[in-house]
């Protein structure tokens, strides 16, 4: 029952619209890159894994056939060319934080074949998160309650899920009670989306309020808190949905293990540490108040507060900066 984010058919990219979930399941069909850049500019399709591969699908519809013909062939790869460099300046910038959306597009830029590269990112994807899943609920003990923030299950990686793939995982092998869920306003990304997928998967969940945490935390509910991520920089500090930052420091106050689970390809070595990470800040309005706002999308968690990153690669202790230089390339 794994949900599935997007779907690559007929020449076009289908994508769920993760706005209207858990309400209707309705799919918007992008035969151009722009629509994509679209749909990744306005959240109907979301998460960091996911926002990379639809990228990478809104390149192939940018890069379009070539002609069968030799001549025909070498004329129309110049074009081509110009076409991809434009669709990557477009995608890239439909949103800053997630270094998944940029390491997409480099993928398939540097790739022959844009479909053969979207089609194996895809792939790639499910295969690594279900093994950072198994590695992460190795972690848990039976009769363990998590709590989590936004979403980082199948939806928001077009896979198994990071942070949502550690609790099913868990659950299956009977490590896991429950899941606290934080609404995660003001989109709601945990209160629309999270529980939706907890509840296909038959998990029991609990809906909470972000400011609910410290209680949760103060009366020994929660034995530990699994996020997601949207970058992670060369010394370990965390991108992730905003809230996720007062998340990890309650955790380390009462004691309780805060992982990060994450793609390697969510890690950017190019990135010192989390003050140059860009946190993308959204129209005011999203926050419904109509009166003056400010509205982050994400913040940084420092690596000291961080009890384990867990990739595919193997799961990542401090100190962090040894760690990521092992597994991660870039
Ligand atoms: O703004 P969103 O919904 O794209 O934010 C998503 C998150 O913050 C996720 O936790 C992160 O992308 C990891 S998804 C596996």
């Known amino acids: ?13 289908l994508i769920l619209d993760q706005r209207a979930l858990p309400g209707e399941e309705r799919w918007i069909r992008c035969e151009r890159a722009e629509q994509v850049a679209e749909c ?13 591969i639809a990228a990478a699908y809104g390149m192939v519809l940018a ?57 194996r990112l895809h792939r790639e994807q499910e295969a690594a998160d279900r093994r950072l899943a198994a590695l992460g609920a190795e972690r848990f003990e039976p009769g363990d309650r998590a709590l989590t923030h936004c979403n980082a299950g199948a939806l928001a990686t077009a896979g198994y899920g990071t942070a949502g793939g550690v609790l099913q995982a868990a659950w299956e092998q009977g490590r896991l009670a429950q899941v606290w869920v934080d609404e995660t306003r003001p989109l709601n ?32 509910l929660v034995d530990r808190v699994v996020v997601g ?41 190019d990135t010192p540490d989390g003050a140059s990470i ?25 690596a000291e507060l961080v009890s384990a990153i867990v990739t595919e690669a193997g799961v990542l202790e401090p100190p962090y900066d040894e760690a990521i230089a092992r597994v991660a390339s870039r």
């Open 229 to 269: 991520a949207d970058r992670i920089a060369a010394n370990g500090d965390v991108a992730n949905k905003v809230g996720t930052y007062p998340l990890a420091v309650l955790a380390e106050r009462h004691g309780v293990p805060f992982y990060v689970a994450a793609p390697v390809s969510t890690i950017d070595r």
């Open 63 to 119: 890069g379009g056939e070539l002609p069968a013909d030799r001549e025909e062939r070498a004329a129309a790869a110049g074009q081509r060319a110009g076409d991809l460099e434009a669709a990557a300046d477009l995608l890239r910038s439909a949103r800053p934080t997630a270094v998944n959306l940029a390491w997409a597009i480099d993928q398939v830029l540097a790739s022959g074949d844009p479909l053969e590269c979207a089609r």
């Open 278 to 302: 860009p946190i993308e800040e959204r129209d005011p309005s999203e926050l419904g108040a109509g009166v003056p706002a400010v509205n982050f999308a994400f913040d940084v968690t420092p």
């Open 1 to 13: 029952v794994t949900a599935e984010p997007l779907r690559f058919e007929d020449g076009a990219l």
């Open 189 to 220: 990304q945990g209160a629309r989306l999270t529980t939706w997928e907890l509840e296909r998967a038959g998990i029991p969940n609990r809906l909470v309020t972000d400011s609910s945490a410290g209680t949760l935390l103060a009366r020994g």
């Open 40 to 52: 990744i500019r306005s959240l109907a399709v979301r998460g960091a894994p996911a926002i990379g």
